[in-house]
């Protein structure tokens, strides 16, 4: 009986799955390198789960990485940056609504970027400052993973 308890609890414990908790944070003003590391986000996530293993995401945005945020994105990017960053924000839906990511915008930068509070997405979090919110992520063992 000993024995089988033993390997029960042997079983339980390497078959558990892993957590990945990670806070990914961006900063990048290139539109066509941040709509490819939202794809790489959601990528990553499949990956993790096709494992068995669960991905605990939250994605930080600040600095040029927050016009994706924008219901009205086109009137504050150039021309050239339209397409890109419409499938960012794509992407950025995707991984909120069917991931499960929370995102979190900076209002500081919204501010730079004269996006209004009113015109960001409804699923989308605005902190004061997104720099506090990763140390705190960090702190919380979040590994980090910066998109600059």
Not at 24 to 52: P, Q, V
Not at 73 to 88: F, L, M, T
Request: hydrophobic share 40%; with cysteine; proline share 2%.
């Amino acid at each position: 009986m000993i024995k089988l308890m033993l390997s029960m609890f042997l079983l339980i414990t390497f078959t558990q799955a892993k957590e990945y908790k990670v806070v990914f944070d961006c900063s990048s003003d290139n539109a066509y390198y941040t709509k490819t590391r939202m794809w790489l986000i959601g990528k990553t996530m499949d990956m993790i789960e096709k494992k068995g293993d669960k991905a605990i995401v939250v994605l930080t945005l600040h600095g040029g990485c927050v016009p994706m945020v924008s219901t009205s994105y086109q009137e504050s990017v150039p021309d050239e940056d339209v397409e890109n960053i419409k499938k960012a924000q794509q992407y950025l839906i995707d991984l909120s609504k069917k991931k499960g990511v929370k995102v979190i915008a900076c209002a500081m930068s919204l501010n730079a970027n004269a996006i209004e509070k009113k015109e960001v997405l409804p699923f989308i979090t605005i902190s004061d400052n997104s720099f506090i919110d990763t140390i705190g992520y960090q702190n919380d063992g979040y590994a980090l993973m910066s998109f600059k």
